[in-house]
């Protein structure tokens, strides 16, 4: 994420990046190459004096990381989808700017495609946060800290369970001796369904019609793990669209 912001604030004439703090050598490194005319420490008291500050580290350090801080006045914000504003309050003020994607340090992040969740804890603040979210991306959402919440976990539904899915289709792939780019269409022609259809609009398979012979053949193949897995989404395919379950 910090690599991410970096990226896009650098390109921006709006936004100044004085200072990246990391918390060690290696963190700092793997992002110096790109803001050689910026600060970069691992001491949080070397950080200088600034209008806003961005808490762009894990869900679990964020409190921590905001205690050790002296804010000086400047505007707090983390970037978490889980955590609640309120984990910042012990600043004067504070807020959210929650990019919703997944983030990694090697592939280049479209912006103009990310939505940007903001949240303030004064109406003053919540224009600046709007302003450096614009920044980022176009499209930009007031969303409060119990939306979020609801978000981030319909996130996880929609982006860590269905790439465990994936991961697990390419391991059955692989043990069978099947080139797992023989679904690559099809994974992108679910994606692409979810988004131009409603998704339950689009349910296709067994579990939808309530194919047994079918899905009882499918268990007999699988291990223990995607066995359990195959058997937990079907029950919820099959309760959802009024089938008996298995």
Not at 82 to 109: C, D, I, T
Not at 158 to 173: K, L
Request: a negative charge; hydrophobic letters at 40%; glycine letters at 4%.
């Amino acid at each position: 994420m910090a690599r991410q912001l970096a990226i896009r604030f650098r390109e921006s004439v709006l936004i100044t990046l004085k200072a990246i703090a990391g918390r060690d050598q290696h963190a700092c490194g793997n992002i110096r190459d790109l803001v050689s005319d910026t600060v970069i420490c691992t001491d949080l008291d070397s950080l200088l004096s600034t209008d806003i500050i961005i808490l762009a580290v894990t869900d679990t350090a964020i409190a921590t990381v905001s205690d050790k801080i002296d804010a000086r006045g400047a505007l707090v914000l983390h970037t978490s989808g889980s955590v609640p504003m309120a984990a910042l309050k012990n600043h004067k003020r504070y807020g959210v700017l929650y990019p919703l994607q997944s983030f990694s340090e090697s592939n280049r992040v479209d912006w103009d495609t990310v939505p940007v969740c903001i949240e303030a804890h004064t109406v003053s603040d919540l224009d600046i946060v709007r302003t450096i979210a614009s920044v980022l991306s176009p499209k930009i959402f007031e969303v409060t800290t119990a939306q979020r919440k609801h978000l981030h976990v319909a996130a996880v539904f929609a982006n860590n369970f269905a790439n465990h899915c994936f991961t697990m289709a390419q391991e059955i792939c692989e043990k069978h001796t099947i080139p797992f780019e023989l679904l690559h269409p099809l994974i992108l022609e679910t994606a692409t369904k979810a988004i131009t259809q409603e998704p339950d609009k689009s349910q296709t398979g067994p579990a939808m019609r309530g194919d047994k012979e079918i899905i009882l053949a499918h268990l007999e193949t699988l291990d223990t793990e995607p066995k359990e897995i195959y058997r937990v989404l079907t029950n919820a395919i099959t309760h959802y669209y009024g089938r008996k379950k298995l």
